[in-house]
């Protein structure tokens, strides 16, 4: 029988950001999915600000950016009326990505497809998971290749990115609750005239919305509108360009005249959730634990963020003597953001699809004008750019977080992401501290801290903890302190966790405190 560490089952962008994941910090990992080829449609098509950056640790991110479209504004059309609203030109300061990237799905898993094979583990096609059977050291997997013949791999651990219809769930025997939307889209791939290029667009009418969103790649655009509700197609219903413009000219007056494309299908949307995402050795991520509808382009960035999340705590558990509460924290700090994009995702589907006649009035006379309005102050449109974005998501009540002591109120806590800063050599932060493992940084003049204690952390947690002193006086450094929260000349020690959150935080230059997280966490 062949042995594995990890066995990713699904090779979408949850599954191979897992598997590169996997790969930097040296674990077997074999990665299988049951179709024949990846995808060469869209479908996702936008990557947040905080995907961005955690990808950079596996050098795609800059590829990424390279083929994509960016973002920095929204043209809300209604009727003859037309607004134009900013896109992330607020509350990003501290990324290097202040932009909506939009790019193909199909791109991205190219793009993370030919990264994860770089790093030694490709995509195996054509090979479905059949079996599963789970014992207190290992999983059984049974797998069935094209021609019928299966084979039994032991695994360490088995984490489902196979989707929503997630054969890992289902052989785990975990419930995956919700419902599914009554409405039929259309989504299309395709070139359009009549509207101004380098921004989205949105049409506002009675019957819905309809979205044009600028993809660049397989085509120039992305539409995305609601069927009216009178008669409806199969979901699956082959589709033609004259009923997607004729479903255009609905919405935008026939002002948008639709040609040459790429892919077009009817679809249903649905809001499902995983009841648990951990049962024993099996685990799931992405669409396999929980999926809702497109709205402020959350699903994918989920997906791979619980990739993220997850992969270091398997690559600990398999190379250090870890607690055993650590692989809990995997669903104890996803399964709530998972839940919260399902209650945003909901609420902004429902007041874009709704026919009800309060709501259909808002969203053609009230909305074009209120929009823009309550975006207009600058402390309203940070806020909702940088929860839009992913940045302000934080484990702050997690086990893995613990704050020290603090006589100042201000900057991040335990939890939170790190901020990004410009570094006197021209990096950054992230780019710091983007190497697998954890990082120490040490805040403050170079004398103040124990040279011996730091010595000794470094060669007692050697491959794991590497640790860098913030120094000086200079204007870069002076603002990355205060992106920590410390004054210049202030003292600080901060652990950032492998994927890029704080797990501890403490003012001053004791390591006691610090010394007893790593003892309970990182362990060797």
């Known amino acids: 029988m062949n042995a594995v560490e990890v066995l990713v089952v699904g090779a979408g962008p949850t599954g191979l950001a897992l598997a590169g994941q996997l790969a930097s910090f040296g674990v077997q990992v074999r990665l299988v999915d049951r179709a024949l080829d990846r995808v060469h449609e869209s479908r996702a098509l936008a990557i947040q600000p905080r995907t961005l950056e955690v990808l950079a640790g596996l050098g795609v991110t800059d590829e990424l950016v390279a083929s994509g479209n960016r973002a920095v504004r929204l043209c809300l059309h209604a009727g003859r009326r037309e607004r134009e609203v ?12 202040p932009y909506l990237l939009f790019l193909s799905q199909a791109e991205t898993e190219r793009v993370l497809a030919e990264r994860s094979a770089a790093m030694g583990v490709s995509v195996q096609r054509g090979v479905e998971l059949v079996g599963l059977e789970q014992s207190t050291d290992n999983v059984v997997a049974s797998l069935r290749y094209q021609d019928g013949h299966e084979e039994q791999v032991s695994a360490r651990y088995v984490v489902g990115c196979d989707g929503a219809h997630s054969t ?23 070139e359009a005239d009549g509207v101004a290029e380098g921004a989205a667009h949105a049409f506002l009418s009675a019957h819905g919305m309809l979205f044009l969103f600028p993809l660049g790649h397989p085509a120039t655009w992305r539409l995305l509108a609601m069927r009216p509700p009178t008669n ?23 002002t948008v005249r639709l040609r040459d494309p790429v892919w077009m299908t009817n679809f249903r949307l649905h809001h499902r959730a995983a009841t648990r995402y951990r049962k024993g050795r099996l685990f799931l991520a992405g669409d396999a634990a929980h999926i809702h509808s497109p709205a402020g382009a959350q699903g994918m960035n989920t997906g791979i963020q619980d990739a993220v999340n997850l992969g270091w705590k398997l690559a600990q558990a398999l190379r250090s003597r870890v607690a055993p509460t650590l692989l809990d924290t995997y669903e104890t700090e996803r399964a709530p953001v998972g839940r919260l994009v399902l209650r945003f995702t909901d609420r902004a589907f429902t007041v874009a699809t709704s026919t009800s006649p309060a709501i259909r009035f808002a969203r053609t006379h009230i909305a074009p004008a209120l929009i823009p309005a309550v975006l207009g102050p600058k402390t309203v449109r940070r806020r909702a750019f940088r929860t839009m974005s992913q940045l302000a998501i934080n484990y702050r009540q997690s086990l893995l977080s613990l ?21 006197p050599d021209g990096g950054t932060l ?22 011996g204690t730091v010595a000794a952390l470094n060669q007692k947690i050697a491959g794991w903890l590497t640790v860098h002193r913030l120094t000086g006086t200079g204007d870069a450094v002076s603002l990355a302190l205060r992106r920590l929260g410390l004054a210049s000349g202030a ?9 890029g959150h704080i797990g501890y935080r403490s003012d001053g230059t004791n390591l006691t405190g610090l010394i007893a997280y790593l003892n309970q966490w990182l362990p060797v």
Not at 232 to 254: I, K, R
Not at 430 to 451: E, F, R, S
């Open 86 to 97: 900013p896109l992330f030109d607020l509350g990003l300061h501290d990324s290097m990505y």
């Open 491 to 499: 003292t600080g020690q901060y652990l950032i966790r492998p994927d």
């Open 232 to 254: 409806l197609p199969a979901a699956d219903a082959p589709l033609t360009l004259d009923e997607v413009q004729h479903l255009a000219d609905t919405y935008t007056g026939a």
């Open 168 to 190: 890992v769930r289902q052989l785990a025997g975990i419930e995956f609750e919700g419902a599914s939307y009554p409405q039929t889209f259309v989504l299309a791939d395709l």
């Open 403 to 423: 704050n020290g002591s603090r006589t100042r109120g201000v900057g991040p806590r335990a939890g939170d992401r790190l901020p990004d800063a410009r570094l």
């Open 430 to 451: 992230h780019q710091l501290t983007a190497t697998p493992g954890w990082h120490l940084l040490l805040c403050g003049p170079a004398p103040a801290w124990d040279t």
